[in-house]
């Protein structure tokens, strides 16, 4: 009888693996995170090269010096917003019931977009055509918000169904991976180099 309970929870268990690894079921991996600090930290030699384009054109290099420590003020709450956007995400599925839990990460991720959008707002500003500065060549940036937050929520949702079959440590473990140092954004000044 006891040969039969350990096949039966054995079988169990690879059924469970198997199913949480499956692509498109609610298993998520993480990837939607790399993708997006990526797209966010590229955006900052984009627009340096931009700034430099313009401080070489007018002979001032103060074109460049202000605007890389604006630049680095708008890119600095961007980042701390993206620790605090992550850390809430897990603290949303860790702590609340499956429907609190959605609610929580929609809020979350709404606070992160509006982030996201601000600061888009800022570097299309200075590397439109008609900015500030009075460019003639517009610098195309791969930077959607609202792709990039529609993404991220479809991966956290996922996660969190994911972690709901899982017990314990291991649902801290898995929902640790988000928190890793290879996804906290570069610094500022390590970018703008």
Known sequence: MKRYNL????LLLIFNITNAQKKGS????????????TKIENTVP????HLQAIATKEGDNNILTNGKAALGKEYGILESE??????????????????????CMEYHTQYLRNTLI????????????????????DTKIDFNP??????LNDAYFNGGDAS???????????LGQTMADDLK????AELAQ
């Open 164 to 174: 709901n079959r899982m017990k314990g440590n291991q649902k801290k473990e898995f």
């Open 82 to 103: 993206w620790y605090l956007y992550r850390g809430n995400m897990n603290n949303c599925i860790l702590n609340n019931s499956s429907k609190k839990a959605k609610k």
């Open 118 to 137: 601000n600061y888009k707002n800022y570097i299309t500003y200075l590397t439109k055509k008609n900015g500030y500065l009075g460019v003639e060549g």
């Open 7 to 10: 096949l039966i929870v054995l």
């Open 185 to 188: 954004l570069k610094p500022y």
């Open 46 to 49: 984009a627009v340096i090269g």
């Open 26 to 37: 609610p298993a998520a991996d993480f990837s939607a995170l790399k993708e997006a600090k």
């Open 146 to 151: 609202s792709e990039i937050t529609t993404k």
